[in-house]
């Protein structure tokens, strides 16, 4: 048996300006009109995210136990090699941003790709925030290798997502909110 977390973060560390860039394709030094157009985009978007996560901590043979996937993946059995415990996790920075990039697509393509990129960093950010929480030092996720994307499914089932952080899966398992991670730490 296994209890199933959920914790909302309002503490995450700022943006991380040079992460954005470098999610948006920005090669070398941005411009000044880069720059203003990204600062205009990171006002915009402050208050568009909710980070969240649900989690559960169980030993690994219980892990395997739950997502079939993780049975059949030699590159996850490295990764969790020497580990008695892991942590199965789903994590999201909300709809919010979602919807900017959406409004954005076309009307402003490269607004859109910012608001996207600005994304990517806000989901990373809120993953290494709960990664070094929980003394995680990296993470393996559904598609990585060998490890089956339609493992997702299983997660999800486990973790409750929908119902405790708003977080779902699609038939062609896309997730959504879009900028949302679903993982597996050894402790």
């Given at each position: ?35 203003d157009l990204l600062d ?87 993953c290494e925030r709960f ?57």
């Amino acid at each position: 048996m296994y209890n199933v977390y959920e914790k909302t973060y309002t503490d995450l560390p700022d943006f991380d300006r040079r992460e954005i860039l470098r999610y948006a394709g920005v090669k070398g030094e941005a411009d000044g009109k880069t720059l203003d157009l990204l600062d205009e985009c990171l006002q915009e978007s402050r208050t568009a995210f909710s980070y969240r996560v649900c989690y559960c901590e169980l030993s690994q043979s219980a892990l395997t136990e739950k997502i079939t996937a993780a049975k059949e993946s030699e590159s996850l059995a490295r990764f969790l090699s020497g580990a008695e415990q892991a942590v199965a996790f789903a994590a999201t920075v909300g709809l919010g941003i979602d919807r900017l990039i959406n409004r954005y697509v076309g009307v402003s393509p490269v607004k859109a790709l910012f608001f996207q990129a600005i994304g990517a960093e806000r989901i990373e950010a809120l993953c290494e925030r709960f990664c070094k929480e929980f003394g995680l030092k990296k993470r393996f996720s559904p598609g990585y290798g060998d490890f089956a994307l339609t493992a997702q499914r299983e997660i999800f089932s486990m973790l409750g997502c929908e119902k405790r952080i708003g977080l779902s899966l699609t038939d062609s398992l896309l997730m959504t909110p879009t900028k949302s991670v679903t993982a597996i730490g050894k402790l």
